[in-house]
């Protein structure tokens, strides 16, 4: 089980971080992501950090604003966002990927594991 949290309503230019603890099992060989759902729109992918941490990789929209990191017992993933704008606001999902030891990946399908989403809202 995936329990995202850390998400709520702040002005735009300010900054949340959001996390998602795992329970239940472990998932110190898997790699991790989010993605976010704006209102009206698809599920997109925002972060993803490989099972070691070392590696991550951005969507273009976040680059150089959000920082994703994992937590030392690697069954944690964080996603730290700054400079928020209107158009961040949206349900923000973490995830695991369907299979240990595999590469980052983008596209939903490659995750298995699904948290139950927070919400953010920023506010111009």
């Known amino acids: 089980q995936l329990q995202a949290s850390g998400g709520g309503l702040v002005q735009a230019g300010a900054s949340l971080r959001l996390s998602c603890a795992a329970s239940?099992?472990?998932?110190?060989?898997?790699?991790m992501g989010w993605f976010r759902q704006p209102p009206g729109k698809e599920r997109e992918f925002v972060a993803a950090?490989?099972?070691?941490?070392?590696?991550?990789f951005y969507g273009d929209s976040v680059k150089g604003r959000f920082t994703i990191s994992r937590g030392n017992a690697k069954n944690a993933v964080y996603l730290q966002m700054n400079s928020l704008t209107p158009e961040d606001t949206a349900v923000y999902y973490c995830?695991?990927?369907?299979?240990?030891?595999?590469?980052?990946?983008?596209?939903?399908?490659?995750?298995?594991?699904w948290g139950q989403g927070t919400q953010v809202t920023v506010s111009s």
């Open positions: 950090i490989s099972r070691s941490g070392t590696s991550t």
């Open positions: 239940g099992r472990t998932f110190s060989n898997y790699g």
């Open positions: 995830a695991v990927r369907n299979a240990p030891f595999s590469t980052l990946a983008t596209t939903t399908p490659a995750y298995g594991y």
